[in-house]
């Protein structure tokens, strides 16, 4: 069973930045996507941004010049360096990883960070 673990949460004051790690306890490469997604009280878990195992990216429109998704192969981790926070960024952000597992596609979740924004 593939693990993720999320961390790097925490409260932050609008404009400040936070950057999450996602830990796997595999190489990430053995994935085709791996995904951000966050989600807000009494609203439904959206995607911020994914990066493939080629290293293309996408971000949601919202976060587009204020996110940034990136890996570390070595260290099996993905991150997402949050810059410029707004108080609509509050959310519990989850890692998801996503790909064929035996001619099955599969996703794996981590257990989500809070973050907090301040106004």
């Known amino acids: 069973q593939v693990q993720l673990v999320e961390s790097g949460g925490g409260l932050v004051q609008a404009g400040g930045s936070l950057k999450l790690s996602c830990a796997a306890s595999e190489s990430t490469f053995s994935f085709n996507v791996m995904t951000w997604y966050r989600q807000a009280p009494g609203k439904q878990r959206d995607l911020v941004a994914r990066?493939?195992?080629?290293?293309?990216?996408d971000y949601a429109d919202s976060v587009k010049g204020r996110f940034t998704i990136s890996r570390d192969g070595a260290k099996n981790t993905v991150y997402l360096q949050m810059n410029s926070l707004k108080p609509e960024d509050t959310a519990v952000y989850y890692c998801?990883?996503?790909?064929?597992?035996?001619?099955?596609?599969?996703?794996?979740w981590g257990q989500g960070t809070q973050v907090t924004v301040s106004s």
């Open positions: 998801n990883a996503a790909g064929w597992v035996s001619l099955i596609w599969r996703d794996f």
């Open positions: 990066i493939s195992t080629g290293g293309s990216t």
